[in-house]
């Protein structure tokens, strides 16, 4: 090799460790960005010359600067809407105007003025609508608007699990509310009372009474505060010589079915186990959740709680292929692949709430890199020092 060819080799040295310094400044000045990935500079050996049966090289260059998708750690922040993926999927964005794709790990996201789930710098975050609980499939913002408040929905079956004491006997009193002084716990053994709602939402409530009326057999009566089933016209209600329903297991009463399934009669107190009911009233948006699948979940005024939407994830052939193109996106490439967008719960990636992935970044590896790349920088400018003494070497022996 030559002392200009030397200085050369020297020169391309000092750049390519200058890039290389390039990268590790920018993993560190972005040590505390949300889903930041660092990269590394990966340098390679230039073509070298062929001289007497042997190559002298000819310096170095870079080969390509590769993002690091490792895992970053997570911080708990207690805002629902922000989140972070645990595996290597991406959120799927589009611009303010709902066009593009783009792809990032940060998942700092709020619901906007127009209800439209973004990042910071506006983008919309994109999931798939929902039919019937599960993913529809359809790719679009997530947004709020259309789910305000949920109608009323008409109480269809009321269900009743209860015990019924076996040591209870027929009272002294009749079931005939047309008597004067008609008392409907006199006449009965055992009572609870429930609520329901109408098809305009309003709340109402239904009284049920249990009369024994003789060994295994009972009857049901209602009282839906204006009216008492009639004398005559309860339902009776039997049980196995074991304290097991026997029958019936629904009861149709006040527009309802009464679902008693589960109804024993053993020697014990009297008591209501569980007791559901499948309507509600008008409610409106009070919350808003996003759970490990990501199910976007709306909590209402009337305890209803519904599935909106549910996060989009993209999945790429080489996460290290895509393009980084600021503000913590990530553009689609030949190298990445095509991108995969499905819904949250299709694959091994979970959704985080209430959480920010941090930059992968170790600033102790940093560090250590930036001492070894100032060494090697060092040590090229001595190259070129030492090439530039051996040329002025060369010119003095002509004086």
Do not use: C
């Not at 007497?52 to 809407?81: K, L």
């Not at 309003?202 to 009474?209: E, M, P």
């Not at 309860?234 to 589960?262: C, E, K, M, R, Y």
């Amino acid at each position: 090799m030559s002392v200009q060819s030397a200085m050369y080799a020297g020169i391309s040295g000092l750049n390519t460790n200058g890039e290389g310094m390039g990268v590790i400044g920018n993993n560190i000045s972005n040590a505390n960005t949300v889903g930041f990935k660092q990269g590394r500079a990966i340098f390679s050996d230039m073509l070298s010359t062929s001289l007497n049966q042997g190559q002298i090289g000819r310096g170095e260059q870079v080969q390509a600067v590769q993002n690091m998708f490792s895992q970053g750690s997570f911080e708990n922040t207690g805002s629902p809407t922000d989140l972070a993926i645990q595996g290597n999927a991406l959120f799927v964005l589009a611009d303010s105007n709902g066009a593009g794709r783009y792809y990032s790990r940060a998942g700092a996201f709020s619901f906007d003025k127009n209800q439209t789930l973004t990042n910071p710098d506006g983008y919309q975050v994109l999931g798939f609508g929902i039919t019937n609980g599960l993913s529809n499939g359809v790719l679009a913002p997530v947004n709020l608007t259309s789910f305000a408040n949920v109608p009323p929905q008409a109480t269809v079956t009321m269900g009743l699990v209860a015990n019924l004491d076996a040591t209870q006997t027929p009272p002294a009193q009749v079931w005939d509310p047309a008597l004067p002084a008609f008392n409907p716990n006199l006449a009965s053994n055992f009572s609870t009372s429930g609520t329901y709602y109408d098809a305009q939402g309003n709340a109402k409530s239904l009284t049920v009474y249990y009369r024994n009326t003789g060994v295994n057999t009972w009857e049901v009566n209602t009282y839906d505060g204006t009216t008492y089933t009639p004398a005559g016209a309860g339902t009776p209600v039997t049980f196995n010589a074991n304290g097991s329903l026997s029958s019936p297991t629904t009861i149709a009463t006040n527009g309802l079915t009464l679902d008693i399934s589960g109804t024993t009669q053993y020697t014990n107190s009297s008591i209501i186990f569980s007791q559901t009911q499948d309507g509600f009233g008008a409610g409106n948006l009070s919350k808003v959740t996003v759970d490990d699948k990501g199910y976007v979940n709306g909590t209402y005024t009337n305890g209803v709680v519904m599935k909106i939407a549910q996060v989009g994830l993209a999945r790429f052939a080489s996460n290290e292929g895509l393009e980084k193109l600021g503000g913590s996106l990530y553009g689609e490439t030949v190298s990445s692949g095509a991108a995969l967008i499905s819904a949250s719960n299709t694959d091994n990636n979970k959704v985080l709430s209430n959480s920010l992935e941090q930059s992968n970044v170790d600033m102790a590896d940093q560090l250590v890199k930036m001492i070894i790349t100032q060494r090697a920088y060092t040590a090229n400018s001595k190259t070129i020092t030492t090439a530039d003494q051996m040329m002025q070497d060369t010119l003095n022996l002509l004086r």
